[in-house]
């Protein structure tokens, strides 16, 4: 498409690939990245990017939110000091089928 592999009048247009891409990019960000492991014990939560592992004390949780509008019902855990993640911790809860 960029090289020259399309010719003549059937040639699809570089700018709506492009803006494709980005789309893509931006939803895939949007979705999948900003997603974090989170465990926790007694004392601590421990939130993991798959690179880096960090401890929180839990009395720097304020608030924890779900969004259930959502297919994955991601859950946000606001804390009252920014963490090396940012002050806001996103994660996906196990599913969990229920059958009745």
């Known amino acids: 498409m960029f090289f020259g592999l399309f010719e003549g009048t059937d040639e699809p247009p570089k700018w709506a690939f492009l803006f494709a891409w980005a789309a893509g990019a931006a939803f895939i960000y949007w979705s999948c990245i900003r997603l974090k492991e ?3 014990d007694e004392n601590f ?3 993991s990017n798959y690179m880096k592992e960090v ?5 720097e949780i304020y608030d ?4 259930v509008w959502l ?3 991601p859950v946000t855990i606001h804390l009252k000091s920014p963490s090396e993640f940012g002050d806001k911790i996103i ?3 196990k599913v969990r089928l229920a059958f009745l």
């Open 91 to 93: 994660f996906m809860p």
């Open 64 to 67: 924890v939110t779900e969004n």
């Open 55 to 59: 401890s929180i004390p839990l009395s």
């Open 71 to 73: 297919n994955i019902h």
């Open 45 to 47: 939560l421990y939130v």
């Open 38 to 40: 989170v465990s926790v």
